[in-house]
């Protein structure tokens, strides 16, 4: 453990943002959740495409043009191979989770959501993975249900699985919530979704980042996950899906690339995965995606995992001694992720003033209104771990919290 903690202190090293001072202070960056630093290896990616080897993908045949699409293509697989997908074709480049889930509510919804049917998520879910749901209702004349979680900020299976009937068409649940750190017991609630004779979608912003992720083994549908919050650059994302649902639902959106023929008459379909991606992809960033993947891979799942709840546990037990402090998600299996309120004081000033000490943390409802308003009306302070974080930072956070508590009361 000590040669794993050796390796994690020089990684910071990998990031240049991290050497920045903050209001004269040395940036402590505790907002992984939201989207985390780059290391020079994916700015470097980035800057050697556009310098170097920029053209277009898919649609020429010089050299640049056939590089790009070599390049593109085998960030497809490096995607395929981080989370186990049975082929490449079964991963989509989208903009991000928000457009991966969009994407399904679309077109699994056009495709098999009839009047009465069922789209169970759960109380601890971000926006993302419930306004979309909500729109797909609305269009279809479905009936979006939820699954309470308890005090501690877990789902409650009981009253999970009661919800789970004929009628139930989609299970969309997030894999770790982003607000409280819950890690959701995917595989148990996969097999009880297969049973109810529904699919299921994960939300995989936060799970992505900080642990290994094999979808056979989980055995779900689609699974969706956003480049910027793994060390890659902002604008990618992924859609899972198995194949044969890709296959069997309508494209998202219609553009060039998506197409096979196009007459003015009807329009045919290309095979997949450039059946739900129209027009020119982001090929920068799915190349940058490519280097984050390599970072991440290289330095290991199970060791960032590993590290980070090292991190969890420390925070944890450190942030007992401030005073007033009530800690907003304590589930069993938690990830590195530590939500907080603090009697008497609003988040935001509490953010505000760690940031004048240097300190970046998430203050209010993290985009996940009702998850948060369930235990506290203003919000909570929300520090969010990522591979580059260590020990003595969350030392001297616990520090700057105290001094900013004392001035606040
Ligand atoms: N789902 C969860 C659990 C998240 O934490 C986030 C981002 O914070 C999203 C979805 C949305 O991700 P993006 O904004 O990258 O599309």
């Given at each position: 453990?000590?040669?794993?903690l050796l390796?994690?202190?020089?990684?910071?090293?990998?990031f240049p943002?991290?050497?920045?001072?903050m209001?004269g202070?040395p940036?402590?960056?505790?907002?992984s959740?939201a989207?985390t630093q780059k290391p020079?290896?994916?700015?470097?990616?980035?800057?050697?495409?556009y310098?170097n080897?920029?053209?277009?993908v898919?649609?020429a045949?010089?050299e640049l043009?056939?590089h790009?699409?070599t390049e593109?293509?085998n960030?497809?697989?490096?995607?395929?191979t981080?989370?186990n997908a049975?082929?490449p074709e079964?991963i989509?480049?989208?903009?991000?989770?928000?457009?991966?889930i969009?994407?399904v509510a679309?077109?699994?919804?056009?495709?098999?959501?009839?009047?009465?049917d069922e789209?169970?998520?759960t109380?601890?879910e971000h926006?993302s993975?419930i306004?979309?749901?909500?729109?797909?209702?609305?269009?279809?004349?479905a009936v979006?249900k939820v699954a309470?979680m308890?005090e501690?900020?877990?789902?409650?299976?009981e009253e999970f699985?009661?919800?789970?009937?004929s009628?139930?068409k989609?299970?969309?649940?997030t894999?770790m919530?982003?607000?409280?750190?819950t890690?959701?017991?995917?595989?148990e609630?996969?097999a009880l979704?297969?049973e109810?004779g529904?699919?299921i979608l994960?939300?995989?912003?936060?799970?992505?980042p900080?642990?290994p992720?094999?979808?056979?083994d989980?055995d779900?549908?689609f699974?969706?996950?956003?480049?910027?919050k793994i060390y890659g650059?902002?604008?990618?994302?992924v859609l899972?899906g198995?194949e044969e649902?890709?296959?069997?639902?309508p494209?998202y959106q219609g553009g060039?690339?998506m197409i096979?023929?196009?007459?003015f008459e009807k329009?045919?379909?290309?095979?997949l995965?450039?059946?739900?991606?129209?027009?020119?992809?982001?090929?920068a960033?799915?190349?940058?995606?490519?280097?984050?993947i390599?970072y991440?891979t290289?330095?290991?799942?199970?060791?960032?995992?590993?590290?980070?709840?090292?991190?969890l546990?420390h925070?944890t037990?450190?942030?007992?001694e401030?005073k007033g402090?009530?800690m907003?998600g304590t589930a069993?299996?938690k990830?590195g992720?530590?939500?907080?309120?603090i009697?008497g004081?609003h988040?935001?000033?509490?953010?505000?003033?760690?940031d004048?000490r240097?300190?970046?943390v998430?203050?209010?409802?993290?985009?996940a209104q009702?998850?948060?308003?369930r235990?506290?009306?203003?919000?909570?302070?929300?520090?969010s771990?990522g591979?580059?974080?260590?020990k003595s930072?969350i030392?001297h956070?616990v520090t700057a919290?105290?001094?900013?508590?004392r001035?606040?009361?």
């Open positions: 453990m000590k040669q794993t390796n994690f202190e020089n990684l910071r090293g990998d943002m991290l050497k920045k001072t209001h202070k940036l402590i960056y505790f907002d959740g989207t020079q290896v994916v700015i470097d990616t980035l800057s050697d495409f310098r080897h920029y053209g277009t898919h649609r045949v010089y043009a056939t790009s699409t593109f293509q960030v497809r697989f490096q995607v395929a981080l989370i049975a082929k079964e989509v480049f989208t903009r991000g989770t928000t457009e991966s969009n994407t679309y077109s699994f919804g056009k495709g098999f959501i009839r009047p009465g789209i169970l998520i109380e601890m926006h993975n306004v979309p749901w909500q729109l797909l209702c609305e269009d279809r004349g979006l309470p308890n501690r900020g877990e789902l409650i299976m699985t009661k919800l789970l009937n009628k139930t989609l299970v969309a649940v894999y919530a982003n607000s409280l750190g890690i959701n017991p995917i595989k609630i996969a979704a297969h109810a529904a699919k994960v939300d995989g912003a936060q799970s992505t900080h642990m992720i094999d979808v056979q989980l779900i549908d699974y969706a996950f956003s480049g910027h650059p902002t604008g990618v994302g899972y198995k649902l890709l296959n069997a639902m494209p060039g690339d096979d023929t196009v007459t329009s045919s379909y290309n095979d995965p450039l059946k739900f991606e129209a027009g020119t992809p982001m090929i960033e799915v190349i940058g995606l490519g280097a984050a390599s991440i290289e330095i290991g799942l199970e060791n960032i995992q590993a590290w980070e709840h090292e991190l546990l925070a037990e450190r942030l007992k401030v402090l009530k907003i069993a299996k990830g992720i530590i939500s907080f309120a009697d004081i988040p935001l000033d509490i953010g505000t003033l760690l004048l240097g300190v970046a998430r203050t209010g409802f993290h985009c009702p998850a948060v308003r235990f506290s009306e203003t919000g909570t302070t929300r520090l771990f591979l580059y974080n260590n930072e030392d956070f919290l105290q001094e900013v508590v001035l606040l009361k």
